[in-house]
């Protein structure tokens, strides 16, 4: 069976919305792996891994940057990248943060970077940005991004209201882009 393994780090549960929002949108052949308060991933999810179809690199934006907890993940798929068995493997990202910019884009970068030295093919978002006059955090890729599906959680939010309604719409559908690419 070929899979989608989503791996992705959240400290206070907001990511872990639009994860889930990414593996409902790309149905039942879509795993979640959340890598621990440690930067540590379990050894039947490192296997996932090395025998899924997509990889979905997932964290929050803090400072700018993945989590570190994610960057430790990061670190310890060099093992992988030393032989690039996770070569050609479709492989995409996303990222939420509290301001609407934020400087998700670096994080974005980050990932699709990792992708890249892993020899992954690199998935695109493939949505319009919502950005006109009456566009509201309830619409489709109101964030505007491209690289991946971006969702924004006030400050003072709580998982249940952020990420918003546009922000896991663009994230099911991402999934879903990316279950047809992989069918
Ligand atoms: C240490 C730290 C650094 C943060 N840095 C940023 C940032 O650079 N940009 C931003 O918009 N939000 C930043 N935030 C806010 C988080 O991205 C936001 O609260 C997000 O929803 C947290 O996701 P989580 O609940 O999955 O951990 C930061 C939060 C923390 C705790």
Avoid: C
């Avoid at 639009?18 to 930067?39: V, Y």
């Avoid at 879903?176 to 069918?183: F, H, T």
């Amino acid at each position: 069976m070929t899979t989608i393994e989503i791996v992705f780090t959240s400290g206070y549960g907001h990511t872990i919305k639009q994860a889930q929002a990414i593996a409902a949108g790309a149905g039942n052949t879509a795993r979640l792996w959340q890598i621990d308060e440690n930067g540590d991933l379990p050894e039947d999810g490192w296997q996932a891994l090395d025998h899924a179809g997509a990889i979905i690199f997932g964290s929050p934006t803090y400072m700018g940057a993945p989590m570190w907890q994610f960057k430790r993940f990061a670190d310890a798929s060099s093992k992988r990248w030393m032989t690039q068995s996770w070569s050609d493997k479709l492989m995409g990202g996303f990222t939420n943060s509290a301001s609407t910019n934020g400087d998700k884009g670096t994080t974005m970068l980050y990932l699709a970077t990792l992708a890249a030295q892993h020899g992954g093919l690199w998935v695109s978002l493939g949505q319009m940005p919502a950005n006109a006059m009456d566009s509201t955090p309830q619409d489709t890729n109101w964030n505007g991004g491209s690289l991946g599906p971006l969702a924004t959680s006030p400050s003072d939010s709580s998982p249940d209201q952020g990420p918003r309604e546009g922000d896991l719409t663009s994230a099911r559908a991402y999934g879903a882009r990316i279950a047809r690419l992989l069918s």
